[in-house]
Nanobody
Framework: VQLQASGGGLVQAGGSLRLSCEAS????????MGWYRQAPGNQRELVAT??????TEYADTVKGRFTISRDTAKNLYLQMNSLKPEDTAVYYC???????????WGRGTQVTVSS
């Protein structure tokens, strides 16, 4: 299984970006789950995720601004609106192997928000 995140870039504060995470390979064995981010000097943190019941959860810092979605092709998306400089980070997507719960991670895509 390979996960390829894309859609990052440089945007001004208040702007929008849409991240995509394309799954390839043995996608039947995975469920696309969530987005995480890591800013320089910080630990990787949860941004948005699907729960095991299919509902969504968001970090408090992005609630009302970001929306996570996925499609039947096992691709994952993150619509990011009203971006702030503090959203600047490398964003990673994660999928979970259905049978074992093991994680698969994409390489990450850089999001930079200028003030």
């Amino acid at each position: 299984v390979q996960l390829q995140a894309s859609g990052g870039g440089l945007v001004q504060a208040g702007g929008s970006l849409r991240l995509s995470c394309e799954a390839s390979g043995r996608i039947a064995i995975i469920i696309p789950m969530g987005w995480y981010r890591q800013a320089p000097g910080n630990q990787r943190e949860l941004v948005a995720t699907f729960t095991s019941l299919g509902s969504t959860e968001y970090a408090d810092t992005v609630k009302g601004r970001f929306t996570i979605s996925r499609d039947t092709a096992k691709n994952l998306y993150l619509q990011m609106n009203s971006l702030k400089p503090e959203d600047t980070a490398v964003y990673y997507c994660k999928a979970v192997r259905i049978a074992t719960g093991n994680d698969y991670w994409g390489r990450g895509t850089q999001v930079t928000v200028s003030s």
